[in-house]
């Protein structure tokens, strides 16, 4: 959503520019780190509204509501974008100074320079001074690869449908292609007296120092009831030739931490659309493995919370979750010696103490993606249903069989 900015951009202090979401595994919008705990995306109103009326039932399943927030566009000299986003507006100052100040933090590249086509564009996510910043494209390359990381010691490998690995990365290859697009998109409608209005939610993986997470789209039909013709039987389509038809559930994006070579194993959504019924399920116990061994500890936990969900959802009338994910998260990282090569500077407590015994749960199972999710209630104007949403229902009972199957081992 978009709003006409009339500069009145408050206090420079309490603008906050923000980062690329570095555990961002699906999705085709920016996600966009705003701090520690709250993660950031464009706002679509139905996503608002599903938010500002959800069911107190469901709370526990969705990561809690923190409000809207105004993003403001900011090119400089360079061609460098920065999304900045500004809380309050209560004070007039120079959002030049802000932006001055805010790019010795981060800033964003959008290098242009060997660009036809959005394909050659580089993003440069640096954390240096301005001074620093180079428009020759190897290096920003390298910057890429080393500034856009998890962590000092942990990389990624993205497999392609087959299981090969073409090359190494240091952040979430998804995530990263989607903030490409979305600056490619921003900076090409560039217009510095617009307001974007971005949705402010609560980070469901920072309480985890080496996240791994399954973003599933579930349910039978993706398509919104707002969606054209030629959108709606491209989804069909797509539900039809994947384990969205058989098992009301696709995988859209995964990254699994490997204990053995300290890197993230990631999947995206073309080799989630790919699986049979039995890919789906080896690609869970992948989802399970941490290069070691296979996590059966936390079957019976994502069980339990997977059958809470469904109780929840067989008693939401009228809801429809079209194209909405469900995200499954656990930690990464079991136990930490001195010698261990883990992410210090992802450390949420000043302890940096482990998961075990603390209070949070050994994984999190939540809803998420909103932006087509109709119900009774809702002010938008679609077709009413009557009962749950009997494709999502389908999409938990098979998960969690699923999941049952690999604790005995079958
Ligand atoms: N509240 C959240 N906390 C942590 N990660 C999130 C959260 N919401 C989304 N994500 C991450 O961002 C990705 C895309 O989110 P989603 O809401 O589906 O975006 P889109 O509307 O672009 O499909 C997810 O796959 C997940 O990795
Ligand atoms: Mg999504």
Redesign the pocket.
């Known amino acids: 959503m978009v709003v006409q900015n009339n500069l009145d951009l408050g206090d420079s202090r309490k603008w906050i520019v923000l980062e690329p979401?570095i555990?961002?595994?699906?999705?085709?919008?920016?996600?966009m780190k705003y701090d520690d705990y709250t993660?950031c995306?464009?706002l679509?109103s139905q996503?608002q509204w599903f938010y500002e009326t959800l069911p107190a039932a469901m709370k526990r399943f969705?990561?809690q509501y923190k409000g809207i927030v105004s993003v403001h566009l900011k090119k400089d000299s360079m061609g460098n974008l920065s999304l900045i986003a500004c809380p309050q507006t209560d004070n007039r100052s120079s959002l030049d100074n802000a932006s001055k100040e805010s790019s010795m933090t981060i800033w964003q590249k959008l290098n242009q320079a060997n660009t036809s086509s959005g394909d050659h564009t580089f993003v440069k996510w640096n954390h240096g001074p301005l001074t620093n910043t180079t428009k020759d494209s190897c290096q920003a390359k390298a910057v890429l690869q080393t500034d856009l990381q998890y962590h000092r010691d942990v990389s990624s490998i993205m497999e392609d449908a087959n299981g090969n690995q073409p090359e190494k990365n240091s952040y979430?290859p998804?995530?990263l292609y989607?903030h490409k697009q979305h600056l490619n998109r921003m900076s090409s409608k560039y217009n510095e007296n617009k307001l974007h209005q971005f949705l402010l939610?609560?980070?469901?993986?920072?309480k985890y120092k080496c996240?791994c997470?399954l973003?599933l789209k579930m349910g039978t039909r993706q398509h919104g009831d707002d969606a054209s013709e030629e959108k709606k039987a491209r989804q069909i389509k797509k539900c039809e030739q994947s384990t969205s038809a058989s098992l009301g559930a696709r995988i859209?994006?995964m990254?699994v931490y490997q204990a053995d070579t300290v890197q993230y194993l990631c999947k995206d959504k073309y080799y989630g659309r790919k699986l049979s019924p039995d890919g789906f399920r080896q690609a869970l116990l992948q989802f399970l493995h941490n290069g070691n061994r296979l996590r059966t500890d936390l079957v019976e936990p994502i069980v339990s919370q997977l059958k809470a969900l469904l109780s929840i959802i067989k008693k939401q009338n009228s809801y429809r979750f079209y194209?909405?994910?469900l995200?499954i998260?656990y930690e990464g990282l079991e136990k930490a010696t001195p010698s261990d090569n883990h992410p210090q500077g992802h450390c949420q407590h000043s302890s940096c103490s482990l998961p075990h015994g603390n209070s949070h749960p050994k994984v999190d199972v939540?809803m998420?993606?909103?932006?087509h999710t109709t119900n009774k209630g809702s002010r938008f104007n679609h077709t009413i249903y009557e009962g749950p949403d009997h494709g999502y229902i389908f999409g938990l009972e098979n998960l969690i069989k699923t999941f049952q199957s690999i604790s005995v081992g079958e």
């Open positions: 979401f555990h961002q595994v699906g999705g085709h919008m920016s996600m993660v995306k464009p679509v996503e969705t990561p979430n998804w995530g989607c939610l609560e980070n469901v993986v920072s996240p997470i973003d859209c994006g990254q194209s909405s994910s995200l998260n939540r998420i993606d909103f932006a």
